[in-house]
């Protein structure tokens, strides 16, 4: 198959979809890799390595397209709705794209996409089975969200992460709350945690105590009711509005005595709940630093402003919406590895498989033969069958 790597289009993204090192084992299988001119470039990947790995390069976007039966990105569709709208133009029926494409919320990119005939896969809808744990690039660029997030709130709190023994006397260490304890939340935790910190976190899915635990943190307990807190997917349910405002309630003591707040409760095609009201901000010590990891939907922080810098009462909040694009090396090694391993398993007798028997298909597969094809989508958009 001929498979193509076009540069991203989405401001400020350095990512690529795929690394020169990963293009050689689909060379060495038989397929072409095509790729735009200076599409790695940014991520630390020059053209001349794809080129030493049996990849070619091309000047345009528009020979991408037009050469490929599969386009693998980081961002299309409605992850990309400004400068991705250009690429629909240059799209062909029956051709296969893979990428992030914010399926559930963004209903006209979704519709255009369908109506270009194209196979269209979306990176975050990979079911959370073990066979797809390579392929979950969620995971993935969370695992480096939760990591970034601990960085930039070392670099904006006005003392030090550990605690250390000096002539001058003994620093006590920062105290961190993490909220949520998924891919992103964990690994704020055990970042924080390398860094000296004293970690408390809190996930409304009891089941994550152990993990928390076993990272070094203390689980905060609350006393509300989380049996059913959890979906088959591993991710968090989403409550109603008492439960919340019990759940902000408790937390309110705990988040005033931290010196970071890190937020990462967030829901599929779903806004943020809201969980660090502007009240208990103003609880908090000034100099205090809140990184929300959730502000792509709206923000866990009532006072959290998408990709902004907010200060409040001496508390500086933070909405970052794309972190992983921060360490585009390792980001797009990882991305990398998830995408073409996805690839792997969509290739069946030199052509991409679209059938619904398999769940991972059935579950990534959002458009195909003109029409939005999968049922969480459809139901998410509003879409008639």
Known sequence: MRIGIPKETFPGEHRVALIPAAAAPLVKAGHEVVVEAG???????????????????????????????VVLQVRAGGSNPEAGQADLALMKPGQAIIAFL??????????????????????????????????????????????????????ELPRMFPMMMTAAGTVAPAHVFVVGAGVAGLQAIASARKLGAKVEAYDVRPAVKEQIQSLGAKFVELPLE???????????KEADESF?????????????????????????GKKSPVLVTADMVRAMAPGSVIVDLAAERGGNCELTRADERVEDHGVTILGPTNLATTVPYHASQMYSKNITTFLAHLIKDGAIQTGADDEIVRETL??????????????????AE
């Open 39 to 69: 599409a790695g470039t940014a991520a630390g990947f020059p053209d001349k390595e794809y080129g030493g790995k049996g990849a070619t390069i091309v000047a345009s976007r528009a020979e991408v397209f037009g050469a490929s039966d």
């Open 244 to 268: 919340y405002r019990r759940q902000r309630e408790m937390m309110a003591k705990v988040v005033a005595g931290s010196d970071v707040v890190i937020t990462t409760a967030a829901i599929p």
């Open 102 to 155: 914010e399926p559930l919320t963004a209903k006209a990119a979704t519709e255009s996409l369908a109506a270009r005939g194209v196979n269209a896969f979306s990176m975050e809808l990979m079911p959370r089975i073990t066979r797809a744990q390579s392929m979950d690039a969620l995971s993935s660029m969370a695992t480096i969200a939760g990591y970034k997030a601990v960085l930039i709130a070392a670099m």
């Open 366 to 383: 959002v458009a195909s033969g003109g029409k939005i094809v999968n049922a969480r989508v459809r139901q998410a958009l509003g879409v």
């Open 226 to 236: 989380t049996v059913d807190a959890e979906d088959k997917g591993g991710y968090a």
